[in-house]
């Protein structure tokens, strides 16, 4: 069995911060390119931040500068630091194994953790 279990998540202030983890168990994890994503009610999955198995993070949307994505492959863990949060963050915040096609786009797997809630709200 290979499965991913995100934490970390929590309500915060507009402005706060937070660091979302994503702990690996039955993967190759230090191969493994990785990504989080996050999705609200009613919205699409949405891609967040991406970075392969020896760093190069790459961050879409909103995220960039604000967003921070980083791994430990000692201890086969994932994490997205994140700060200045706004209201627009709130999500259900998810990792996923998967890979890179022609170098720039991450294409995800069916491997996703269960999702962390993050919530900002005053």
């Known amino acids: 069995q290979v499965h991913l279990v995100e934490s970390g998540g929590g309500l915060v202030q507009p402005g706060g911060s937070l660091r979302l983890s994503c702990v690996s168990d039955?993967?190759?994890?230090?191969?493994?390119?990785m990504a989080w994503y996050r999705q609200a009610p009613g919205k699409q999955r949405e891609l967040v931040a991406a970075?392969?198995?020896?760093?190069?993070?790459q961050y879409w949307g909103s995220a960039e500068g604000r967003f921070t994505i980083s791994r430990d492959n000692t201890r086969d863990t994932l994490y997205l630091q994140m700060t200045s949060l706004k209201p627009e963050d709130t999500a259900l915040y998810y990792c996923?194994?998967?890979?890179?096609?022609?170098?720039?786009?991450?294409?995800?797997?069916?491997?996703w953790g269960q999702g962390t809630q993050v919530t900002v709200s005053s």
């Open positions: 970075i392969r198995a020896l760093g190069n993070p």
């Open positions: 996923n194994a998967g890979q890179y096609h022609y170098g720039r786009d991450y294409v995800p797997s069916d491997l």
């Open positions: 039955g993967l190759d994890f230090e191969t493994q390119t």
